[in-house]
């Protein structure tokens, strides 16, 4: 029973230990602050379009009105007498709205665009969200690997120090030799704690996305080595360009101060309502009143307010439409730098990999001649350096190449 409990407990532990990048994009999205603001955005536009969908129903209002003492004056053969007396009424106004000339209609169909834009941007702040965990996700298996590389260079190092002092005791090595090996193993220490300080940070970053906390050590997929794009760059610009969306979310915006623009237009001319009352008053006398009618309201004058709005709102659409092309010049710039760096890191990978395996036999050949005597520590050193900084190398660059196609992947507007 033991051993059943204790088995269960390491693979529960193991389990707990590992993480996908689809798991923490998911818990990101779950849970971030930035992806809720987003949602109530959504509803918030949501209600907007109910308020404007008022103007378009009956508004009913209910009145009432009781006068405890109130003074009546009654005319009475030519003079006026008084008669002090309580009183009271009660009705009910209906109002109707027939036709504004579309002024309603075009706040509506702005408040319902306003609505797409909102569900728009949450649909940008997810992506971005996706995007900024994938760099910390891939950031974590870049400084795991470069803990690893670090403590191999560290120990190579320690290795050939114990060497060198084993052969300067027996004179064939000098004490040069040893000191320089020993400094070159506190750089390696330190490069070490860089490394390991630099996966702490990535860690506890992807930490306050998902919303729990990232334990050191923990697996991860390889989401790096199998990052790659198929589409060519025509239609990968396209898709960019159709499915941004920042610039999706501008082109509403257009649509949205056009719509605004309308109804402001409009407010010149006025608006006819359908107008239904129904009165009943209990003073000295009692009776009751009704009224159905139609009206007619035309703003003649409003001190150059109505004026002023609809240039502002004309305003308003030309400054949107220029944001939309500068949007559009800024994803096309990006956009094609990115390409640029991405078929160089391409380039980059293949010569750090001809590099490492060049270096590692050089290092291999190095190492067994020094100790034969056969060469100097400085050359051993910068063997070892060549080797180490084309295995690190390696790992910056795929890791860049990763990160460019994240990009790519997020002005898509895409999570995955």
């Not at 030799?177 to 220490?189: G, M, N, P, T």
């Not at 390409?339 to 160089?344: A, E, G, P, S, V």
Request: one cysteine or more; hydrophobic letters at 40%; glycine letters at 4%.
């Amino acid at each position: 029973m033991r051993y059943f409990l204790l088995m269960f407990f390491l693979i529960f532990t193991l389990r707990a230990q590992s993480l996908n990048l689809e798991e923490c994009i998911s818990k990101a999205i779950d849970t971030h602050p930035d992806i809720k603001r987003a949602l109530l955005d959504v509803k918030k536009s949501s209600s907007s379009v109910d308020i404007a969908d008022a103007d378009y129903l009956p508004q009913v209002t209910l009145n009432a009105e009781y006068d405890p003492y109130r003074t009546y004056v009654l005319p009475q053969n030519g003079t006026f007498h008084t008669i002090d007396d309580d009183g009271w009424q009660a009705g009910a106004t209906l109002n109707q709205k027939i036709w504004d000339f579309s002024k309603t209609t075009s706040t509506i169909k702005a408040y319902e665009t306003q609505e797409d834009i909102a569900k728009l941007s949450l649909q940008d702040v997810k992506a971005l969200m996706a995007y900024k965990v994938k760099l910390q996700y891939e950031l974590i298996l870049v400084y795991s690997e470069a803990i690893d590389v670090r403590k191999s260079d560290m120990q190579a190092k320690r290795e050939l120090y114990d060497q060198a002092t084993a052969l300067v005791k027996l004179g064939m090595k000098t004490k040069a030799d040893a000191s320089r090996f020993l400094s070159a193993f506190y750089v390696a220490e330190d490069n070490l704690g860089i490394a390991k300080a630099n996966y702490d940070k990535a860690r506890n970053s992807l930490s306050n996305y998902i919303g729990e906390k990232v334990e050191d050590g923990v697996v991860l997929e390889d989401s790096i080595s199998n990052n790659t794009l198929y589409v060519n760059d025509q239609l990968l610009y396209d898709a960019v360009l159709q499915n941004n969306p920042e610039l999706k979310s501008i082109a509403k915006s257009v649509e949205k101060d056009e719509l605004l623009y309308k109804a402001t237009k409009s407010s010149h001319y006025g608006s006819i309502d359908a107008v239904a009352s129904y009165n009943y008053q209990d003073t000295l006398n009692s009776y009751d009143s009704t009224l159905l009618g139609i009206t007619l309201r035309i703003p003649l004058y409003s001190g150059g307010r109505t004026s002023a709005q609809v240039e502002q709102s004309l305003l308003a659409r030309e400054q949107t439409k220029a944001l939309l092309n500068a949007k559009a010049l800024a994803l096309k710039e990006e956009f094609s730098s990115l390409l640029i760096d991405l078929k160089r890191y391409e380039k980059t990978i293949k010569a750090k990999e001809a590099q490492l395996t060049a270096s590692e036999e050089t290092k291999r050949v190095l190492d067994a001649r020094y100790k034969q005597g056969l060469s100097t520590y400085i050359e051993v050193l910068d063997a070892t350096a060549l080797y180490l900084d084309a295995k690190l190398g390696l790992l910056e660059a795929k890791y860049a190449k990763s990160s460019i196609i994240n990009r790519i992947v997020y002005l898509q507007g895409n999570i995955l």
